[in-house]
């Protein structure tokens, strides 16, 4: 298995501008959790998916930020318009059982 | 947003030493994980416990579920030079009738020197 894929693997782009990441879960996982890592803050869970309905977006910092999950196969979160407060790691995982996998990341730099 | 309580931040230890690192909540989880995460990359699972009480191993490893579901530990034996990295747990828990939930730790960066 390929494992929890990402894209891009780094994002630069200007303040203003719409920001796209993607997410391929692992085929057959029926959770998928959307991350956002800072030194100042940690791991912080945005929003997650069971069986592509969301089901929790608490985490999700303002009506700037979207996520989709059109189909098992793959999700979007969307930041529109993009703040340079907005830099930093964003994580996709997927699970099944309990047991959650991880992506290797896209990371966000907003100037 | 919720995190767990993670001690110690962080530890500078000589190789061969063993370790230890704990989290603790004030919910209780149906889940434990514990993770490793290298510099520029994505979080990898190391263990992951399901029962209150559980004590599971993975080579030098070894995690436990602790019994009242609020709390678990890690503990690392004769660490080596690639035991470096920031070490996370995670639990899942049913909040607020979302179930499943799964919030991380604050972490514990872990130093060793050969």
């Known amino acids: 298995d390929a494992g929890v894929i990402q894209s891009p693997r780094h994002e630069v782009t200007e303040m203003g501008q719409e920001v796209t990441l993607r997410c391929k879960p692992i085929?057959?996982?029926?959770?998928l959790f959307w991350y956002r890592q800072t030194m100042m803050r940690g791991l912080e869970l945005l929003i997650y998916?069971?069986?592509?309905?969301?089901?929790?977006d608490s985490g999700m910092p303002e009506d700037r930020f979207s996520a989709k999950m059109p189909n098992a196969s793959f999700s979007t979160l969307k930041i529109q318009p993009s703040e340079p407060r907005d830099s930093a790691v964003y994580f996709c995982?997927?699970?099944?059982?309990?047991?959650?996998?991880f992506g290797q990341g896209t990371r966000l730099t907003v100037v | 947003g919720q995190q767990l309580n993670q001690s110690p931040q962080s530890m500078f230890i000589q190789e061969g030493e063993d370790v230890s690192m704990n989290c603790t909540s004030s919910?209780?989880?149906?889940?434990w994980l514990w993770y490793k995460q290298d510099p520029g990359e994505g979080p990898v699972l190391l263990i992951a416990?399901?029962?209150?009480?559980e004590l599971t191993s993975n080579g030098r490893l070894t995690a436990q579920f602790g019994i009242t579901r609020k709390d678990s530990f890690l503990n690392i034996s004769a660490s080596i030079p690639s035991d470096v990295g920031i070490y996370f747990c995670?639990?899942?828990?049913?909040?607020?009738?979302?179930?499943?939930?799964?919030?991380f730790g604050t972490g514990t960066l872990l130093a060793v020197q050969p």
């Open positions: 995670a639990g899942r828990m049913n909040y607020g009738g979302a179930t499943n939930k799964l919030i």
């Open positions: 995982a997927s699970s099944l059982t309990g047991r959650a996998f």
């Open positions: 998916f069971n069986n592509n309905v969301p089901i929790d």
């Open positions: 085929s057959g996982h029926d959770y």
């Open positions: 919910s209780i989880f149906n889940t």
């Open positions: 416990l399901y029962k209150a009480g």
